[in-house]
């Protein structure tokens, strides 16, 4: 048998492209990123921001594309395409086409003086046809690589022989007209398809006027509103050039569409979501701006997705009309109106509009289906890579693997999750190889500061118009050079883009910096980046310092802009301050306990422990109830007519079955201490308590069905269910005449504001299963908004195909439920109707188990006070990873979720699980807390305050006047100490510091602060 081959391809290099190849390059796998396009980054790097934080979208993915383009174990092939692939799973041999980029990658600096001089203009793909590019070009200022390319069909040079302006000016000789393509083959053993998507393009529909310049779609008001964009993030018309004042989103451009002419018959997913957000931002740039969204249904049902549309309404006046315009009205001096149903007053309206935006579906990659040819997998009726329920990145071909809207619609959180789950099953594969490929990063000696007078250096980040937008910047920057100690500041576009990192590393070198402070973002997703770009230029990555001017300064006093800049000049001046203090900081390396460590045994839990098993890892998997399964055993059949035992028997059996799968039900865990790497916990099975020590720990403890005692008359009258009830009457025998189903029953309402996800599928397919057992009941749906996003929107044409009929009722005029009657007002037919009903179903939403607070405080890790189930780290880049490191969590325990999402999150945890078991041994933390031996008294306050159990006393010899005593003395084990500095307010007397945060440290940011305000120094 050949051996495997440690090395997986990756085809896309978008964010799901980029979270896989990370996951895997840290798990002891070398990866290539084979990206089409001349950068990294895919659509999310023309985002302005993302919602439902509305963070700036390549503020975050900045990041990741610098740490893959540092990688040692990433190598990034853009311009490439995938030609074939041969062989086997574990050992394929694939052919890629590397396009002639006409400049040499090893010599351009990314200067862009090539692209001054280019006389070319021509439409900039990235800027969606708003502004213009040169036939020489990089595509945005974050780009990665950032090489310049030539466009071989409209360089005058390579068309006609003439020009050559950019071989002339370009000084590193990296133009080269003489480029041709190349092939190469790369031995893999896995492959991962991240094609990601193509906006639907609504250029035929001549219905809505796309061709007139007040006519744009999402992506294009998303660059309009974009800092970097054609109008530096000011939203104008492009007939005249004015900020329109009344501005008409329509959706479902390309989606929902039975005609397949005008689009695609499922929903995008994300549309909704993403016109709330460009509306809001939209708003926040003009106050006094109205934005109406026109409607289907508004399907907003990520995690926190709801409440960002009702503050859309509430705090941001954006009004929804559920009503679609069949198209857009062009008067004879062009301006805009749109015809439209009004269900609140009755009757055909009539609004004019300055601007119409069309919110564009999510179309398949066009590449695809040759890229589909390439490696031999097959694609479903749409375009999609196929897939299954129960295998949700697993292609027809073993060993290729898919992950994000490639095999279907998906949002950025879905896909970063499915993009750890592709990553495992390809980790899985290749175990045996793990670390046969891999090298080690090679850094420049550090550089010995000690006795050196402090040298600082500041960049401030107008982080497009985030910061920029409110802070004077360059004032800021200009303030900086006054300060003690600094000898370098400069303001950047983008502090954290990738030719920045070599400005910060060549300014270290020029003027010998030894202190380093960026005035930007925030440091929970930033700080690694430039501690990282300073180790790189040979200074100990402790002394950077990092000045928060967006939340501190620019967001929080957005209407108050010279304040805004006082204030970020005080925060610069203390953050120099308190830099100059500095001192370099070490961690140490512990071993790793390599077990994980799974809480539930449902499908998302089991799927963590089987890939994880699979990998090569021991893992003890806790269940709490006799038999695994988890929510799925309340199922009896899937939307597609399947029996889900189809899914967990198979899967039960392996998992009960396998060599490193140790499997505790009817048991919990009730002890857990330690840290990343080592953790221990004690299980209370029936047998007696078990003692577990283990590297990693996955909560997959799932949610329970809401059982809402009183409401709409459950527990009150007999014939009112839920769904789950209704689920185990099909499979035993249901009969009725007449079925009322209510959605969003104690969902969506004060009490519990979040939009449970799958309940509008979920009830969709039972009264499909009751239509097709007895055709002749009559099934009533009472909805508010039906969100059978993605594919399940076919369920919902099938259902209406069936008969069942659909009633949309008003949040604040819910259905009245009475023995045998259900009353309820018709929002769309504008009357009350009463239904005679012989069962009343309530979709009631997913909660969190009750003992979901027990595991918070076991593993302290953040319950999400809004829907309560656990909070993750970062809820679009670590969808699947808790703020607690070596934490991970998936499934329903994050939110509600259905069985394929689950499974995917399930996938993606045990990749998260294994970049720190797959490692030789974890580098401790070198922010932690210390204690001065001589000033501790012995008291042990500190000992209980930890959360971490890092703090013990231990007997210590003193010696007093000749005198040897033994006393008590607090030690903190730097391996578990996570430096929240906990302990250092307990101490009485004084004796633990936290280092990088020592008196020393904060006394003089303090002295700076008043110093400030004071008007001294």
Known sequence: MTEKVGAVAVIGGGIGGIQASLDLADSGYKVYLIESDVSIGGVMAQLDKTFPTNDCSICILSPKMVEASRHPNIELLTFSEVKGLKGEAGHFKLKVLKKARYVDETKCTGCGLCMEKCPVKVDAEFEEGLAKRKAIYIPFPQAIPRVARIDATKCLYLTKGKCGNCAKVCGPKAVNYEDKDKEIVLDVGAVIIATGFEPYDPSHLAQYHPEHPDVITSMQFERLLNASGPTGGHVVRGSDGKPPKRIGIIQCIGSRSKNPEEGRPFCSSVCCAYATKESMIAVEHDPNLEIYIFNIDVRVFGKNFEEFYQRAQRDYGIKYIDSRPSGVNVREDGSLYVVYEDHDAGGVKTMDLDMVVLSVGLDTNPSLRELAKALGIELDE????????????????????????????????????????????????????????????????????????????????????????????????????????????????????????????????????????????????????????????????????????????????????????????????????????????????????????????????????????????????????????????????????SSPRDILDPMIERVMNHELITVYTESELVENEGFVGNFRGVIRTPSGDVPVEYGAAIVATGAVELKPQGLFGYGKYANVITQQELEERLASGFSAKSVAMIQCAGARVPERTYCARVCCTYAIKNAIRIKRQSPDTEVYVLYRDIRTYGMAERLYDEARDLGVVFIKYEADRPPEVEDGHVRVYDRLARREVSIPTDVVVLSTPLVAPEDAEKTSLLFKVPIDVVSGFFFEAHVKLRPVDFATAGVFLCGAAQGPKNIAESISQGSGAAARAATVLGKPHLETEAIVSKVNQDRCIGCGVCVPMCPYSAISLEDVEVETCGVVQVVRRAYINPAACTGCGTCVAACNPGAIEQMHFTNDELLNQMRAAFAFREGGE
Not at 394 to 408: F, Q
Not at 495 to 500: A, G, I, K
Not at 517 to 525: G, L, S
Request: charged share 25%; with cysteine; net charge negative.
């Open 382 to 641: 749409f375009g999609h890579v196929k897939t299954s329920t129960v295998a949700p990145v697993n292609t027809s071909r073993e060993g290729v693997y898919v992950l994000g809207a490639a095999s279907g619609p998906k949002d950025i959180p879905d896909t970063v999750a499915q993009a750890s789950g592709a990553a495992a099953k390809a980790e899985a594969l290749l175990a045996e190889a793990r670390g046969t490929m891999v090298t080690e990063k090679e850094l420049p000696p550090e550089k010995d500061v000690s006795g050196e007078e402090p040298r600082v250096g500041v960049f401030v980040c107008h982080c497009g118009l985030n910061i920029g937008g409110v802070v004077d910047v360059p004032a800021v920057a200009e303030y900086a050079r006054t300060l003690p100690y600094v000898v370098y500041a400069i303001d950047n576009k983008y502090t954290c883009s990738s030719d920045t990192q070599e400005v910060i590393k060549q300014a270290i070198k020029e003027h010998n910096l030894n202190r380093v402070v960026v005035a930007a973002c925030t440091p929970r997703t930033h700080e690694p980046l430039f501690q990282n770009t300073c180790r790189e230029a040979g200074l100990n990555p402790f002394l950077f310092e990092f000045v928060n001017i967006r939340e501190h300064s620019s967001w929080v006093h957005m209407k108050e802009k010279d304040k805004a800049t006082e204030k970020a000049k005080e925060l610069v001046r203390m953050g120099v301050a308190k830099a100059v203090k500095h001192r370099p900081l070490y961690s140490e390396h512990v071993p790793i306990v390599k077990r994980a460590l799974v809480l539930g045994g449902g499908v998302a839990g089991m799927t963590a422990a089987l890939d994880l098993a699979d990998m090569g890892f021991p893992v003890v998997l806790v269940e709490k109830e006799a038999e695994l399964g988890g929510l799925v055993r309340h199922l009896t059949e899937l939307h597609d007519g």
